[in-house]
Nanobody
Framework: QLQLVESGGGLVQPGGSLRLSCAASGFSLDFYVVGWFRRAPGKEREGVSFISTSGYSTNYADSVKGRFTISRDAAKDTAYLQMNSLKPEDTAVYYC?????????????????????WGQGIQVTVSS
């Protein structure tokens, strides 16, 4: 069973930064696209950022462009979401998700239904 372990969440003041990690447990992340999603209180889950297997293709929601950066480290089988200039509206449970992509190294799906495996979610709270 593929398992994703998220870490790095917590409470931060507006304007602060956090880095979320999504580690693959027991398997290689090499052939998986990674996406970060979030669900704010009272809202539906939404896509935040996505990165292809090669790492060369990325995609960001308009609400986080210029503030968040997605990356991946093949040696550690881990993907990251660096979140800077955090705002109260970034408060949500953040999820990482993966989908296998064997051939297209630039494939970056952005819809929830396109992802097969999900982490348990981690809370990010932006508040003074």
């Amino acid at each position: 069973q593929l398992q994703l372990v998220e870490s790095g969440g917590g409470l931060v003041q507006p304007g602060g930064s956090l880095r979320l990690s999504c580690a693959a447990s027991g398997f290689s992340l090499d052939f998986y696209v990674v996406g970060w999603f979030r669900r704010a209180p009272g809202k539906e889950r939404e896509g935040v950022s996505f990165i292809s297997t090669s790492g060369y293709s990325t995609n960001y929601a308009d609400s986080v462009k210029g503030r968040f950066t997605i990356s991946r480290d093949a040696a550690k089988d881990t993907a990251y979401l660096q979140m800077n200039s955090l705002k109260p509206e970034d408060t949500a449970v953040y999820y990482c998700a993966i989908v296998k992509s064997l051939y297209d190294k630039t494939f970056v799906p952005t819809e929830e239904y396109e992802y097969d495996y999900w982490g348990q979610g981690i809370q990010v709270t932006v508040s003074s």
